[in-house]
């Protein structure tokens, strides 16, 4: 059974929201701040029924905090205090009576599982009276309630037989004490069933005892009273309680953080977990080498839609190899699936090595290059024509090629997302620039190129706007063939060197010195606009 959808209201960051997700891979991507860790803890918070989870978190931590301050700048009705409501949608493949009924926002019959978190009634007149005489919110005399959409409670000591199983992974407490334990039951649990673990737990408990009763005999110690040391064996899970894993002769607490992320995400991904219908993964790159984020993605690939998978992530790669059809995008002020993304393109950022495609879509404004030597030199233009730096703009430069520039405008497209792309006319502006474009004419694109036909390249307009200068600044006796046909044939080189100059405390090699192309110049004035 696989999630079709979640509603938040009230809940964190989100007043009110509907996610779909996917049945297979779900890659949550965005800046911090905007949601992604927040739907993963709703679904977990949901699918545990547990409410030790809730009270660990904290109702405060979990509340809108602009709902909770609306109320209380407002008239603080009781009738008028806000709710958490957290709503699972159960993909219907299967009608299974026991989370199927019209207790949902639908209102309408379907499989589900609901968490609500609203005032308890029976402490409506406390809660009234704290509301006249104070100015904090009564989240003491909240109630918290599992249900699903049939009406029928259900906790993490009461779940239904076809209830979800899920695993929660979250990188930045893989090395607590009780990740550790967590993971090493899982393991255990994923070797043996209920009545092979009855039988081990009943030995070990009889080898207890009995070294229990030789203490004294074989090592003759001291009786004092009445009073008798011996090992506690009274916990029915005594010996999962005390067993940790090995890898290559090292306990699992030795190892680095990076290898026990990777091994838990490996772990749970593995047909060993069969009964985790859904896994739950934050920032699986964190902590992880290329080479090992390489491994893990493959991992999660070859788990295909067997298993439903949350991936929240801030890696390039991750997110691209996962197929971007499968990626969520969280902004400020929307969420957006990015399942309409052609096929075509998202195979492209799969395949392409070093893309940027996360860095542009996470930007909220992203200026495209054609390659290494323009975007060495691009930041500098930009700083010195608009006093600061791109960044503090939330501008992204991004070096991608001319031939791959329309797959990133294929997803400008879908975000809406203001563009510029700097490239080269290639000898035919109208050829290369003007109908080569023709598709991507929209009012947030914009592509800039050098109207010149003779100034065929970056570093040929740079040359001609600049010859003077280049010649006196660049030169070298080593250049036999000149200084345009050296930039031509080493243009990062050259872009180097020039920024270098730009940098230089000579008052004659500094930008003031310089004429930045006019194209170039106008591309970052209407970015910037």
């Known amino acids: 059974m696989l999630i079709e959808k979640i509603r938040l209201h009230n809940f964190k960051g989100f007043k009110e929201q509907v996610i779909t997700f996917n049945k297979g891979r779900n890659i949550l991507i965005g800046e911090n701040g905007v949601g992604k860790s927040s739907v993963l803890s709703a679904i977990s918070c949901v699918l545990s029924g547990s409410y030790s989870t809730i009270e660990k978190i ?29 709503e699972l949608f159960i993909i219907e493949e299967v009608i299974n009576h026991e989370i199927n009924g019209k207790k949902n926002s639908a209102n309408h019959e379907k499989n589900g599982l609901r968490l609500q978190i609203s005032p308890n009634e029976e402490y409506s007149d406390l809660i009234k009276e704290s509301l006249e005489s104070t100015n904090i919110f009564p989240f003491e005399y909240y109630n918290v309630e599992f249900y699903t959409f049939s009406d ?26 009780y990740a550790m334990k967590d993971y090493i039951k899982r393991i255990y649990e994923s070797k043996t069933d209920r009545t092979l673990r009855q039988r081990i737990n009943n030995r070990y408990r009889d080898i207890n005892q009995k070294f229990s009763d030789d203490l004294y005999l074989e090592f003759a110690l001291e009786p004092t009273d009445d009073l008798k040391i011996k090992l506690n064996t009274e916990n029915e899970d005594s010996f999962q309680e005390n ?118 879509i996470l930007s909220k404004k992203a200026i495209l290059v054609e390659g290494d030597a323009e975007y060495i ?38 975000l809406n997302k203001k563009v510029v792309v700097i490239t080269d006319n290639d000898h035919d502006y109208e050829k290369n620039i003007t109908k080569n474009y023709l598709d991507f004419e929209m009012e947030n694109v914009q592509i800039f190129a050098d109207d010149d036909n003779l100034n065929h390249t970056f570093e040929v307009s740079l040359y001609r706007h600049n010859s003077s200068f280049v010649d006196n600044y660049l030169a070298t006796a080593f250049m036999t063939n000149g200084v345009q046909n050296f930039m031509l044939n080493n243009k990062a080189e050259s872009a180097f060197r020039l920024l270098c100059l730009f940098s230089d405390e000579n008052p004659e090699t500094n930008l003031d010195k310089f004429k930045i192309p006019p194209y170039i110049e106008e591309s970052i004035q209407w970015i910037t606009g």
């Open 58 to 86: 904290g109702l405060h931590n979990l509340f809108n905090i602009h709902t909770i301050n609306e109320f209380m700048n407002g008239d603080k009705k009781y009738e008028m205090l806000p709710v958490i409501e957290i």
């Open 152 to 177: 029928r409670a259900y906790s993490s000591y009461k779940k239904y037989p076809d209830f979800i199983k899920y695993s929660y992974l979250d990188s930045s407490k893989v090395n607590s004490n």
């Open 243 to 360: 067993i940790t894993v090995e890898k290559s002769g090292i306990m699992i607490k030795n190892l680095g953080q990076g290898e026990k992320m990777f091994i838990n995400t490996e772990f749970l991904l593995s047909n060993a977990t069969g009964n985790s219908e859904i896994i739950l993964i934050e920032e699986p790159e964190n902590h992880l080498s290329y080479l090992n984020m390489h491994k893990l993605i493959d991992k999660v690939i070859a788990a295909g839609n067997e298993k439903q998978t949350f991936i929240a992530t801030h890696s390039n790669m991750t997110a691209s190899r996962l197929d971007l059809q499968n990626a969520i995008f969280f902004s400020e002020n929307s969420i957006m699936n990015l399942y309409e993304l052609d096929k075509e393109t998202a195979g492209f950022f799969k395949k392409a090595p070093d893309n940027n495609v996360l860095n542009f």
């Open 377 to 414: 030199l691009l930041n500098e233009f930009y700083n010195y024509l608009q006093g600061d730096e791109p960044y503090n703009r939330d501008i992204s430069i991004i070096s991608c090629g001319g031939k791959t520039f329309k797959r990133y405008l294929e997803i400008a497209k879908l």
